[in-house]
């Protein structure tokens, strides 16, 4: 898992909270990621931020939000918006990527439940 | 954009037989193929990667090929062992976007 710390690793909400999953990096990686896992697919990415203070929407970004104001800091929050949040969330980073792929590195992940 | 499809989705094998899982893609703009490992309830370890302008490479007892032709690589993972088994994804990257995953293969290796 590197120097990718995602904290906590099991997380319990009721349904209409929101949450905020932490993310931080000590590998000076510019690029960070945000990844949901479901039993059965893929990682789908939520979220990824090249730079602080910029980032895009992956594929299913409706109902989280994000924010990059420190390069070892990548929060993301599981807003009350998200209809089926109970998933393993994964962050990752990596030294750049937009221009030039380089490998991710990924933290060690959250379950979270909404019951 | 792009796409990834990942067969075989369950993979069981004996230990000491090889393993081998393939993956295609769909935009031939994607340059950058890694492989991650995942151990249950743990996050995915990059195990092997490569990248368009090679056909091929090799780390002991793993290795991939990719054929941009046909636009698939493959997994070959030799002499098995039950620490092998664990969930196997693929997935594609083109520049300016971000990796795209396969579904991901559950290799399971018996003693």
């Known amino acids: 898992d590197g120097g990718i710390t995602q904290s906590p690793k099991y997380l319990f909400r009721k349904e209409g909270q929101n949450v905020t999953l932490s993310c931080e990096q000590n590998?000076?990686?510019?690029?960070m990621y945000w990844y949901r896992q479901d039993p059965g697919q893929g990682l789908r990415l939520i979220y990824y931020s090249q730079i602080v203070n910029d980032f895009q929407k992956g594929d299913i970004a409706e109902g989280y939000s994000v924010s990059r104001e420190k390069k070892e800091s990548f929060p993301l929050t599981v807003t009350s918006a998200q209809k089926n949040p109970t998933a393993f969330y994964l962050c990752a980073s990596s030294i750049g990527g937009r221009e030039i792929p380089y490998e991710q590195y990924f933290g060690p992940g959250t379950r979270l439940t909404v019951t | 954009g792009e796409n990834v499809e990942q067969h075989p989705s369950t993979l069981s094998v004996q230990e000491g037989d090889s393993a081998v899982i393939k993956c295609t893609y769909s935009d031939s703009a994607s340059n950058y193929f890694p492989w991650y490992k995942q151990e249950l309830g743990k996050g995915p370890q990059l195990i092997i990667d490569?990248?368009?302008?090679?056909g091929e490479k090799k780390d002991q007892r793993i290795a991939v090929t990719l054929n941009k032709t046909a636009k698939h690589f493959s997994l070959h993972i030799t002499e098995t062992q039950p620490e092998d088994s664990a969930v196997y994804f693929c997935a594609a990257h083109q520049a300016g976007t971000a990796l795209i995953f396969g579904k991901g293969t559950t290799l399971s290796v018996s003693s």
């Open positions: 590998l000076n990686h510019d690029a």
């Open positions: 490569i990248r368009s302008n090679v």
